[in-house]
């Protein structure tokens, strides 16, 4: 009998470990965002990329979006933020 590397579309499969550790960054700066204020994170889609955050979405105000990668940055785990929010009225010059 032979045995094959377990590959997915030609790449390793990642560790369950690994999805649920972003998954728990994930929501745990999702919920700093929530709770903290000075922000109405309703619009702000959190995401992580390894020990990196992305910030997309939109928010009303500038101060907004500094505030937002400042709480993202605060929480346990996360090394790098990188901020991809837009303010609320830019979105509509944005194609899809």
Do not use: C
């Not at 709480?71 to 609320?88: D, F, K, P, Q, Y």
Request: net charge negative; charged share 25%; glycine share 8%.
């Amino acid at each position: 009998m032979v045995f094959k590397e377990q590959t997915f579309h030609g790449h390793q499969p990642e560790a369950e470990a690994e999805y649920a550790n972003r998954a728990t960054l994930e929501a745990a700066v999702a919920n700093a965002l929530a709770v903290a204020g000075g922000i109405d994170a309703a619009d702000v889609e959190v995401t992580a990329e390894g020990d990196e955050i992305v910030l997309s979405g939109s928010v009303g105000t500038v101060d907004e979006i500094e505030r937002a990668t400042v709480i993202a940055r605060a929480v346990e785990g996360v090394h790098t933020v990188r901020n991809r929010i837009l303010l609320a009225g830019s979105m509509s010059n944005v194609r899809h």
